[in-house]
């Protein structure tokens, strides 16, 4: 079965360093991976996607995802943090392309 | 261009009772998909319509949920007699095909007391 992991529930990071949120995968075949983000009280905002090319995906508002193969993971990055990067992060993949399944969600805290 | 829109944004209802949640997706997409987000399961998938085929319900809890989607374009999920566990915030969300990448609404907020 599809699934992703998101092993930190949260992630604390100063504002200005960067930061990483984890996301490993687990499909067969071709991995249709995705990220988004949840504001408190808003829906799920698309950031990036990686469905085949460079492994070096980027996305809105700074955000860039690798796609590592060898290691299964697609881990979000952005080189500096704003405290307006605080949210609730989720990585997902698609089943057969359609469905999504979404990890269990990392909490971004950035500090000032 | 205006996104996928929901409602109503909350909804409060007693134990036993019915209710309907709407969604419109962004015109012109022909798939809409049902979500639901629960402190306890996380994320999961309900049920999902692309343009005339037959909706996958793979994700439907139980017999007491049922969507419909009518033209194509406006879709209502139902949840009848329901129970406490069914509270959860039920996000829909549209692309523009099965494969695109899907667009969220902001979610109707159902406490069933």
Redesign the interface.
């Known amino acids: 079965a599809q699934s992703v992991a998101q092993p930190e529930d949260q992630v604390n990071v100063a504002e200005g360093n960067p930061l990483t949120v984890k996301c490993t995968y687990s499909v067969s075949g071709n991995p249709y991976l ?1 990220w ?1 983000v949840q504001y408190p009280n ?5 950031l990036l ?1 990686y469905i085949t090319g460079d492994n070096l995906v980027k996305g809105s508002y700074g955000f860039e995802a690798e796609f590592n193969k060898s290691q299964t993971s697609f881990h979000l990055k952005k080189p500096s943090a704003l405290v307006s990067d605080s949210a609730l992060y ?1 990585c ?1 993949t ?1 089943h057969n ?9 990392t909490r971004l805290q950035v500090f000032p | 261009g205006a996104g996928v829109s929901q409602s109503p944004s909350n909804k409060v209802t007693e134990k036993g009772k019915d209710v309907e949640l709407r969604c419109d997706p962004i015109s012109g997409h022909t798939a809409l998909y049902w979500y639901r987000q629960s402190l306890g399961q996380g994320l999961e998938f309900l049920i999902y319509f692309q343009g005339n085929s037959a909706p996958d319900k793979s994700g439907l809890p139980s017999d007491r949920f049922s969507a419909e989607r009518t033209g194509g374009s406006v879709s209502t999920l139902t949840i009848q007699r329901t129970q406490q566990e069914d509270s959860a915030v039920y996000l829909c969300a549209s692309s523009l095909v099965i494969t695109d990448t899907q667009y969220f609404g902001p979610g109707t907020r159902l406490t069933v007391l």
């Open positions: 995705f988004y808003r829906g799920l905002q698309f996607k989720f997902a698609a392309t359609d469905k999504l399944i979404f990890g269990t969600g």
